[in-house]
């Protein structure tokens, strides 16, 4: 167990909907990120928060969003859900340290596995 | 673009055996390196490499980076069913915050 919590763990829904995933970082840590792991693309980074603001952005598409809150538990929403965003949706959490002392390692969250129908 | 390459993509060995897991990549601002090992679940953390020529070692697994090559091998000695699974390799840029980039992973599979 990492630490990292997500819910749902499955989420089933249809073309054209709203989803929302959460995740709550393990106990101190500031930064979380969210991933998307799919079988033909493996494991895509998509978005970094640290102490809720956005850090990094990878390849997230527009109809996606998310945000960090001040508790540091995040959130991923996904819109306009197509077939093709059916995929496992991880989210990560380090602790931030200053750049030049120490270096980061992710502790992964167990995954919500959305299937877009 | 960032890249990371790893080979082979896939691996079957029988226990006991000894395998080199090879991580290649292209990145603009180099700041580590790690190595995964996903089984049916999530990622688990098993290196993180910074420096060249230092080796960094767990039980049966020994992991080392050359920054001037710009690779990473994962080795695993005397294999058990249980390291079955796939191992990812990830670069993370500094650019901009912390940028991961992920290759494919290696799929091992371990027979008895």
């Known amino acids: 167990d990492s630490g990292v919590t997500q819910t749902p763990k499955h989420l089933i829904t249809a073309t054209g909907q709203r989803v929302t995933l959460r995740c709550s970082p393990r106990s101190g840590d500031l930064s979380v990120y969210w991933y998307q792991q799919s079988l033909d693309q493996g494991l895509q980074f998509l978005i970094q928060?640290?102490?809720?603001?956005?850090?990094a952005k990878g390849n997230i598409l527009e109809r996606f969003s998310a945000q960090q809150f001040p508790d540091l538990h995040s959130e991923l929403n996904l819109s306009s859900l197509e077939l093709g965003d059916s995929a496992l949706y991880f989210c990560a959490s380090s602790v931030e340290r200053k750049l030049g002392l120490q270096y980061n390692e992710q502790f992964f969250g167990p995954g919500t596995r959305l299937t877009v129908l | 673009e960032d890249k990371v390459v790893q080979s082979p993509l896939s691996l079957v060995v029988h226990e006991g055996d000894t395998v080199t897991l090879n991580c290649s990549y292209e990145?603009?601002?180099?700041?580590?390196l790690l190595w995964y090992k996903q089984e049916k679940k999530a990622p688990t953390f098993l290196f993180m490499l910074?420096?060249?020529?230092i080796e960094k070692k767990s039980g049966r697994l020994s992991s080392i980076l050359d920054k001037k090559e710009l690779f990473s091998i994962l080795n695993i000695t005397a294999t058990q069913t249980g390291d079955s699974a796939v191992y990812l390799c990830a670069v993370e840029n500094g650019n901009y915050g912390q940028n991961f980039v992920f290759g494919p992973g290696t799929r091992l599979s371990v027979l008895p």
């Open positions: 910074t420096s060249s020529g």
């Open positions: 928060y640290y102490n809720g603001e956005e850090r």
């Open positions: 990145v603009t601002n180099f700041r580590s």
